[in-house]
Structure formats: structure tokens, C-alpha cells
């Protein structure tokens, strides 16, 4: 097969990256990405985008170890070049924080993110209602400029966007060799999965410039992460809500929370609400498929449900199904060979 | 009871404010005036960056590390309190980097969670193999001068926009106590020559993604000529000159290319941010704080002065400690003239 035609459905932080890695390494494919939605309008746009990994359950720890270290090396080597700021990639430390003491006190990323170590008492006085805390440096993005990165990475190494909405996937036999499904939440309607739930996250966008470091408390509800220009305030994980819009109770509930946290946020101003569905999964669905019809074969890379750890195992899964797309692409000329013969 | 104080950068007013809040209540007849040149936001204490760091050696003051501690300890309590944001204060956290292994430094137990870096993290600083990792507070004098302005002038406390010639000049008017805060001009009040100007020039950039504060240090050029990073919360800070014996307050173009291609070095996605401003200033460095009383006599006149300046490249780091440690001086005056019994002033 010459020229392979790769079609990624999906222009999200997966979606994007995906197609990059495709690009990357498989330099004889012609990539075209496919999306009914681009930044700034996708679902990976409200994320904060910080890397503290969430733990999928279905899949093996050294698998999420490895996604999160290769997804931590490619982004730390953007934080310290001249890219970094148009990339919107750059450092931030600060504190996880627990009421009561967790059962695992080293999770399984503490090496990877940078100076991991406990909290001292000092560092604890400042958060009277918890007993427990680690402090680390880690990688935060904001998103719409990293995915505008992205893009512009695309289009340099000829990669071809368009606005479209697949309906399903087989529509794209007759055009593309194969397809890489990085839908996210879409792929509940796009390809029937009932496993992928979505888990609505309402976030504050505000401006409160000197907030230089991250808060999160342990339970994953009630976070601070500083980015470029405005800081993000969270949050919710409400199991299978579909609603985008925002709620003003949970607005105000978000403020108060971060506000006990950090009482200087009580001087924030301009906040904007964003709402998000985490395409939230057992495991991320990182496999082939093969789809037929009448006799015709079009083969699939599955590569979603991230859930609310997309952007810190990104680079990772997209390396992944870039190795998936040339294993298909062998398969391809496997049989190919075969039918000559 | 009138006091003069002469000065209005962060000592002058910190000073005062700390005077008045621990006076006023004991000698109601108690009067204070401030007297300075120049204002907020055109004094020294202005132009600095505003990061609560000490030098790396304290050079056996004691004392001074003493007033250091006692000025994190307060701002710190000052965390949590609505003022924060008007304060201009906020907790920071960041990086130190050497060329070689260093002693810990003496306020490595007033910052928070202070620990050695670690090798992945050296990685961020070619050229750099050994450095420390800490959080610590910042404190912008633009908005703080304002606060404590605020703050003084709700309490009664009267500013004049006037250059003092001569401790006589107030002391013949009437005041019983100058407090003498005129920082690195104060040789022109009385002959200091141990006090002189520690010429500093930065770039003030817009650089929104820098979390950090970077401090890079070169023990063989000194303290502040090595390139430093200080993001403020409108402004990232670009510094990284130290300039003994020079009195230029003009920016220098040679100076700009040193600031401007170290930190970018440094940094390389500096390279992108945009320059929104550029100053110069001195540092009033002395070898030691001036912190003492003194009896200034002219004709028929006499009057307690209290000097309070020298503070050279760590004034918003002491302030608070030193600003104290004048009230008690304050208050030994006080006691003398049998206006207020006190109880035994703590060293």
C-alpha cells in the first residue's frame, strides 16, 4: 500500500495528538483529521489540563506509568524550549491535600512528576481542616492553546482538518484504508459504547494572577490549578449527566469550597463557568477493530475513554494507536501481498 | 508628641504604620507626619520585584536574620486575611541554582518546605548542578505602599510631597522623634560612607506562564549579577545586575543586553514575552542595617532620632523585623520622657 489513507475522527486533546503521532512516525500515511468540533470548542477546551494522572481501573499500572512518563517527557522538553508559551505548557508546584490520611500515601506517578515528597507541618498550618499532604512540580497546559499548537503542527507536517460529522464510522470505508476513532464522549453515539459514561465537571475560569500554585484536596472534588491567564476553579463529577449547561448553585458551591482552600480567591474577578463531560471509562479503549460489510474490511483503532485523565496520559495513548494504525497498515499489506499471490 | 518620619518607601511607612498601631493608643497626644521625595509608586522599594529572600549568608548579623523571620512570620499570618490581595502578598514557590554545592542558607527553616533539587529537576538549568527548591512569599510594593498609606492616613497620620535638607529643619519645628528612613540618600541627612548605592537594572515583561521565581547564583561576580526570574502578578521581573559605588539611575543599554540574554538563556521561552517596562534603582547597601537611636542637637533644639536604613537588597524581606525593632526604640524614648511606662523592651 503506497500511500495509506488515514482518517482520525476527533479533534480533541486525543484526536489531535493522535494524528500528530501518526504523522510522526508513519511518514508515507496522508492524515486527515475529521471533527464536527475544533478548538476552542471541544471538550478538551474547558479541561484544566494539569498532569496529576487518574487511576483507570481496568488497566494495568505500569501501562498508565508508561503513558504518563512518555506524556510527561514530551511535554516537559515543550515547557523548556521558546515554544513553550504559544504551546501553552509550562510548570506549576503546589499541594494535594487529604482530611484524613490516604491508604496509599506514594501513588504510583510519584516519581514521575517532579520533587514529589510529603508536606511539612509548616506547609500543613496553611490548610487547618486537613491532616495530610504532597507536595510536587508538575506540567499544566492550557488547552486552547495547545490544541491551536497542535493544529499548526498538523498542517506542517500536511496533515488536512475538516469540519464534518461522522455518523457512523463505516461511512468513511470508501474514502480512508483505515480509521482511528479518538471521539471521546462522541463514541458513546458513534460507535454504540454503552461502557462510555460521561461525568459532568462544572469548572470557574477567573482572574486571580497571583495564585502561582496548584491545591487540590485528595477527593478529587475541590481544585485550584493556575494557568496562563486565568485560574481554574473545580469542581463536580456528576456520573452520567449529559447537561452542558451551568448551574449557579454549583457555581456558587465550586467558589465557596476553593475559597476555604484559598481565601484570597474572595478577590477574583470576571468568573467564567464551563461546563465539560469527562468520556469517563473502566479502561481507555486502546485496540483494533476490524469492521466488514458485504466482503469489504475497514479496519478501526479504538482510542478513547480517557475520563478525567486525558491530558495527562495523551501523548502516551497517542504514541499507542500510532503503533496500532502501522500494525494495521502490515495487515493491510499482508493480505494485500496475499491476494496477488 | 511629635514624630517626624522621613521617607516613604516600604521602611518609612512600615515603620510608622508599626510605631502608631503600638503608640497611639498609650500617648493620645501622639502626632506623625511623613516626610518624603518621592512617593509610591516612584520609590525604590517600587521598582524591586518584591521576593521575600535574604542573601545566602547573613555574614554572622544575626540580627538581621532575626528581622528577616520575624517579617515572613507576620506576612505569613497575613495569608489567610481579606487584605491579602490589597496587600499585594502571596505565597511563591521556586528555585535557587548553583554551579557548585553550597552551605543551606540561614533562613532555610523560616521558608516553607525547603529541600535540595533534585537531579530530573537540575535538568530544567543547563549549566546548573546544584540548587535548592522552596516556597516563599511575595510582597509588591505597588500595591503595599498604597496599604500602608491607606492605612496610615485612616489614622490620622499627615503626609507632606516635600524634600527634608536637614534633621534641624524638622527638629527646629517642633518634633520631638525623627525616624530617619531615607534609605540610600541617607548621606545626605548625615555622612554615611558605609552606606552606598547597590545599582540594580530589570526588564519588567509580560510573561503570564512563568510560575516560578529563579534565582541563579555566580559566587564569584556576587549576590544579584547572576540573571534572576520573578514573576509578580501582573509583571514577570528580569534582573540580574549589582552595581556597587554607581549612582546612575538611568536604564543602561549594555546593562538591558546582559538582563535580557541571561535570562532568556536561562528561560528560553522568554524570548516570545513582550517588554512592557525597564528601571533602574539603588539599593541602599551598608554592611550592616543601620537600626539605632541618636540625640541630633542644633542651637536650643534637640531631637531623638532613630535611624532605620542600610537595608540594601533585602528591605521588604526585614521590614517588618526592623520596623519593630524601631518601635522599641520608640517606646525606650517614650519611657525616658516619662510619657508612657513600658514594659522592659525584649531584644
Redesign the interface.
Known amino acids: 500500500m503506497a500511500a495509506p489513507n488515514v482518517a482520525v475522527v476527533g479533534a480533541g486533546l486525543v484526536g489531535l495528538s493522535t494524528a500528530l503521532c501518526i504523522a510522526e512516525t508513519c511518514p508515507s500515511c496522508s492524515v486527515t483529521v475529521l471533527s464536527d468540533q475544533f478548538s476552542p470548542n471541544t471538550m478538551s477546551d474547558v479541561a484544566a489540563g494539569i498532569l496529576i494522572p487518574h487511576t483507570y481501573p481496568g488497566t494495568p499500572i505500569h501501562v498508565q506509568k508508561q503513558w504518563l512518563k512518555e506524556t510527561f517527557t514530551y511535554l516537559f522538553a515543550i515547557?523548556?524550549?521558546?515554544?513553550?508559551?504559544?504551546a501553552?505548557?509550562?510548570?506549576?508546584?503546589?499541594w494535594q491535600v487529604f482530611k484524613n490520611t490516604p491508604k496509599e500515601e506514594l501513588p504510583f506517578w510519584s516519581d514521575v512528576v517532579?520533587?514529589f515528597?510529603p508536606?511539612?507541618k509548616?506547609?500543613l498550618q496553611?490548610f487547618p481542616q486537613h491532616r495530610f499532604g504532597q507536595?510536587f512540580?508538575t506540567l499544566k497546559c492550557d488547552c486552547p492553546p495547545y490544541l491551536l499548537w497542535l493544529e499548526k503542527r498538523l498542517k506542517a507536517t500536511g496533515v488536512q482538518m475538516y469540519t464534518r460529522k461522522v455518523a457512523d464510522l463505516w461511512e468513511l470505508h470508501s474514502e480512508y484504508n483505515i480509521v482511528v476513532n479518538c471521539a471521546g464522549i462522541g463514541a458513546h453515539q458513534l460507535v454504540g459504547d454503552e461502557k462510555l459514561f460521561p461525568v459532568r465537571g462544572q469548572v470557574l475560569q477567573v482572574h486571580a494572577?497571583?495564585?502561582?500554585?496548584f491545591i487540590r484536596d485528595g477527593d478529587g472534588l475541590t481544585y485550584i490549578y493556575?494557568g496562563?491567564?486565568r485560574v481554574t476553579l473545580g469542581g463536580t463529577r456528576e456520573k452520567e449527566s449529559w447537561s452542558l449547561s451551568p448551574d449557579p448553585g454549583t457555581t456558587k458551591d465550586i467558589f465557596d469550597r476553593c475559597c476555604s482552600l484559598e481565601?484570597?480567591l474572595?478577590?477574583a474577578q470576571d468568573i467564567m463557568v464551563k461546563v465539560g463531560l469527562r468520556p469517563s471509562r473502566w479502561c481507555v479503549r486502546l485496540q483494533r477493530e476490524v469492521l466488514s460489510q458485504g466482503g469489504v474490511k475497514l479496519p478501526v483503532v479504538h482510542n478513547y475513554g480517557h475520563g478525567a485523565g486525558g491530558f495527562s496520559v495523551h501523548r502516551g495513548t497517542a504514541k499507542e494507536a500510532a503503533r496500532l494504525v502501522r500494525e494495521c497498515i502490515a495487515a493491510l499489506q499482508g493480505s494485500t501481498s496475499k491476494a496477488k499471490l | 508628641m511629635r514624630v517626624a518620619v522621613i521617607g516613604a518607601g516600604v521602611i518609612g511607612l512600615s515603620t510608622a504604620l508599626c510605631i502608631h498601631e503600638q503608640y497611639h493608643g498609650l500617648v493620645p497626644s501622639l502626632e506623625m507626619e511623613v516626610y518624603a521625595d518621592r512617593r509610591t509608586p516612584h520609590t525604590t522599594s517600587d521598582g524591586a520585584a518584591g521576593l521575600w529572600q535574604p542573601y545566602l549568608s547573613d555574614h554572622g548579623n544575626l540580627q538581621e536574620t532575626l528581622w528577616n523571620k520575624e517579617t515572613f512570620d507576620y506576612l505569613l499570618g497575613h495569608?489567610?486575611?481579606?487584605a491579602?490581595?490589597?496587600m499585594?502578598l502571596?505565597?511563591?514557590?521556586g528555585y535557587n541554582l548553583f554551579t557548585q554545592p553550597v552551605p543551606d542558607p540561614s533562613w532555610k527553616n523560616i521558608v516553607?518546605?525547603f529541600?535540595n533539587?533534585?537531579p530530573?529537576?537540575l535538568e530544567?538549568f543547563p549549566g546548573y548542578s546544584y540548587g535548592w527548591?522552596n516556597?516563599a512569599l511575595?510582597l509588591e510594593c505597588r500595591r503595599y505602599l498604597p496599604w500602608l498609606t491607606e492605612r496610615l492616613t485612616q489614622r490620622g497620620v499627615k503626609f507632606f510631597h516635600k524634600k527634608v535638607e536637614s534633621f534641624q529643619e524638622v527638629s527646629g519645628d517642633g518634633v520631638d522623634v525623627v525616624i530617619n528612613c531615607t534609605g540610600v540618600r541617607a548621606g545626605e541627612l548625615q555622612p554615611d560612607p558605609e552606606l552606598q548605592p547597590g545599582r540594580g537594572q530589570v526588564i519588567k515583561v509580560l510573561?503570564?506562564?512563568?510560575?516560578?521565581f529563579i534565582i541563579t547564583h555566580n559566587i564569584e561576580s556576587g549576590i544579584y549579577n547572576s540573571p534572576y526570574v520573578i514573576?509578580g502578578?501582573?509583571l514577570t521581573v528580569l534582573g540580574g545586575i549589582y552595581q556597587h559605588g554607581n549612582w546612575n539611575e538611568e536604564n543602561s543599554a549594555q546593562d538591558h543586553k546582559t538582563i535580557w540574554e541571561n535570562c532568556c538563556r536561562l528561560l528560553?521561552?522568554l524570548?516570545?514575552?513582550k517588554i512592557i517596562e525597564e528601571w533602574s534603582g539603588l539599593r541602599p547597601a551598608r554592611p550592616c542595617v543601620r537600626l539605632e537611636r541618636e540625640t541630633v542637637r542644633h542651637g536650643h533644639f534637640q531631637a531623638e532620632v532613630i535611624h532605620n536604613y542600610g537595608h540594601g537588597g533585602f528591605g521588604i524581606t526585614s521590614h517588618w523585623g526592623c520596623a519593630m525593632a524601631a518601635a522599641r526604640l520608640f517606646g525606650s524614648i517614650l519611657q525616658e520622657k516619662k510619657l508612657a511606662s513600658l514594659p522592659q523592651p525584649r531584644l
Open positions: 515547557s523548556n524550549s521558546a515554544e513553550a508559551s504559544e501553552g505548557i509550562h510548570l506549576v508546584s503546589g517532579l520533587g515528597r508536606m511539612s509548616a506547609e496553611k507536595a512540580t494572577p497571583w495564585v502561582k500554585n493556575p496562563i491567564h481565601p484570597s474572595r478577590g | 495569608l489567610g486575611s481579606p491579602t490581595k490589597e499585594g502571596f505565597l511563591i514557590s516553607l518546605g529541600r533539587l533534585t530530573k529537576e530544567l527548591f516556597t511575595m510573561a503570564p506562564w512563568v510560575k516560578h514573576p502578578s501582573e528560553p521561552a524570548q516570545k514575552a
